[in-house]
């Protein structure tokens, strides 16, 4: 039991292993019909020194300066274009020194009428062609894709629906409780992706680690017999839609980042929203799976109660950490 606690409460280092796990995020804002300006942000997985060189390349820009732009870029920042020609079909190349060690990029264009294109590749992809003139089906297969990524990646997230996952018990109330989950967070992500609602990012962050924290202090208080008939446990229906609510702004958070192709929001919401539902699906099946095929062990079934409230406890306190460090972050 000790091992499995500590293996469980590893999320919490997961959760910072995450950020480093993180795409080369490119974005290239055209300021003027000849000028552009190229921002980067590398996850700081990489060695001082080994970033790649980051460079918009076509023959009539060049770096406004006049500084080199193969040299390892930096972990972040920023460098000016001017081009003779209007409106350039240019490239953006990713230079590694040796080799990438596995890092995807992702490429954000944001024109001078306001349109937002972005394109996801994978590790091999190292030149990437703008203008980004992506159909519908290759901004559905991205947004599919961002989605079921961020839900699988995101810790909190999962270990909020684990919770759900043992107050429901039953498949009937999971299928209930997860339907009102869903469609909360749904309405919350559309609403703050669209601007019609905006709630700051660290104290959103915050009440998502709080929301684990309280599920999984209630789980335990139901265990222990302190708490046989809570509201929780009664309508736990109310509870997921409750604090779906407040996850769906922490989903948005994420597709804000990755931002909106202006001619398509409401298909790349749709399935960035599809992906998440997807992934969370993914989740819950593997979990299930995992836990039948538990019960075929002999005795286990002596020890399930005794293995559940030791994850209870590991997701309280990676909740608790969580609490206090993204407190902090927001009170520093």
Not at 72 to 88: E, F, I, T
Not at 274 to 284: A, P, S
Not at 292 to 313: F, M, N, S, T, W
Request: proline share 4%; aromatic share 10%; hydrophobic share 50%.
């Amino acid at each position: 039991m000790r091992v499995l606690f500590f293996l469980l409460t590893l999320i919490c280092v997961g959760n910072v292993i995450a950020d480093e796990a993180r795409p080369v995020y490119v974005e290239v804002n055209q300021q003027s019909e000849s000028e552009y300006l190229l921002k980067w942000k590398i996850p700081p997985v990489m060695s001082f020194g080994q970033e790649p060189g980051i460079k918009l390349d076509h023959e009539s820009c060049r770096i406004k300066g006049g500084s080199a732009g193969n040299q390892p870029a930096g972990l972040l920042g920023r460098r000016r274009y001017v081009c003779d020609q209007a409106n350039p079909a240019f490239t953006i190349h990713l230079n590694y020194l040796d080799s990438n060690p596995g890092l995807t990029s992702l490429v954000v264009y944001k024109s001078l009428s306001g349109e937002v294109a972005q394109v996801f590749s994978g590790p091999e992809v190292t030149i990437v062609a703008l203008p980004l003139d992506a159909s519908a089906a290759e901004v559905a297969h991205q947004y599919l894709l961002a989605g079921t990524e961020h839900i699988l990646e995101g810790y909190d997230h999962l270990l909020f629906v684990l919770c759900l996952i043992i107050i429901a018990g039953g498949l009937k109330r999971l299928l209930w409780t997860v339907t009102g989950f869903t469609l909360a967070h749904s309405v919350t992500l559309s609403l703050a992706t669209l601007n019609i609602f905006r709630v700051r990012t660290e104290l959103v962050e915050i009440l998502i680690a709080l929301s684990i924290l309280l599920l999984a202090v209630e789980i335990i208080r139901h265990h222990n017999g302190r708490e046989q008939n809570s509201f929780t446990w009664r309508y736990p229906v109310s509870v997921s839609s409750g604090f779906g609510l407040l996850h769906g702004f922490g989903f948005a958070v994420v597709l804000q980042e990755l931002g909106l192709p202006q001619s398509m929001k409401l298909e790349a919401l749709l399935f960035f929203n599809i992906g998440v539902e997807i992934g969370q699906i993914l989740f819950i099946v593997g979990f299930i799976l995992i836990v039948l095929l538990a019960r075929q062990i002999p005795g286990i079934k002596q020890k399930e109660q005794a293995i559940i409230d030791v994850a209870v406890y590991a997701i309280g306190a990676c909740s608790a950490y969580w609490l206090f460090d993204r407190s902090a972050l927001l009170l520093g």
